[in-house]
């Protein structure tokens, strides 16, 4: 059915509107590819989530619902990165947006850490130099 309205476009000659019809046949792979990332990361989100639930929960862990679902929703996000790369949706914003994104989370992790373990390595330092 498609090829027929291309060749209905190019022997009426509509170039413009044939050379529109062939882009949006060409879209259509990248449109399907899109689909399947997306049904795949969303299995891959739900299943990861549930590994680290239930690895949380057998070591008793009280925040094992949080940390389930930030591992959830922060693999949907990469793979809401991944489908508007692959549809070519403002790529660079996009590159450009998950990269600070990406080193914004881990700039806040190492804040975290470092000041919340400061006191935790001090007292390892002290007992180093307490064995020498």
Same mark, same amino acid.
């Given at each position: 059915?498609?090829?027929?309205?291309?060749?209905?476009?190019?022997?009426?000659?509509?170039?413009? $509107?044939?050379?529109?019809?062939?882009?949006?046949?060409?879209?259509?792979?990248?449109?399907?590819?899109?689909?399947?990332?997306?049904?795949?990361?969303?299995?891959?989100?739900?299943?990861?989530?549930?590994?680290?639930?239930?690895?949380?929960?057998?070591?008793?862990?009280?925040? $094992?619902?949080?940390?389930?679902?930030?591992?959830?929703? $922060?693999?949907?996000?990469?793979?809401?990165?991944?489908?508007?790369?692959?549809?070519?949706? $403002?790529?660079?914003?996009?590159?450009?947006?998950?990269?600070?994104?990406?080193?914004?989370?881990?700039?806040?992790?190492?804040?975290?850490?470092?000041?919340?373990?400061?006191?935790?390595?001090?007292?390892?330092?002290?007992?180093?130099?307490?064995?020498?």
């Amino acid at each position: 059915m498609l090829v027929v309205i291309l060749a209905t476009f190019n022997s009426l000659n509509l170039t413009t $509107a044939s050379q529109l019809f062939n882009e949006i046949m060409l879209f259509i792979p990248n449109i399907i590819v899109s689909i399947i990332i997306l049904l795949l990361g969303i299995y891959l989100a739900n299943m990861v989530s549930q590994i680290v639930l239930a690895s949380l929960k057998n070591m008793q862990d009280k925040t $094992a619902e949080m940390i389930s679902n930030i591992t959830r929703y $922060a693999i949907i996000a990469l793979t809401i990165f991944i489908i508007l790369s692959q549809l070519s949706i $403002a790529k660079d914003i996009v590159s450009s947006a998950f990269i600070l994104l990406f080193g914004a989370i881990c700039l806040a992790f190492a804040l975290a850490f470092g000041l919340g373990g400061k006191d935790w390595a001090a007292d390892i330092l002290k007992k180093l130099n307490n064995k020498k």
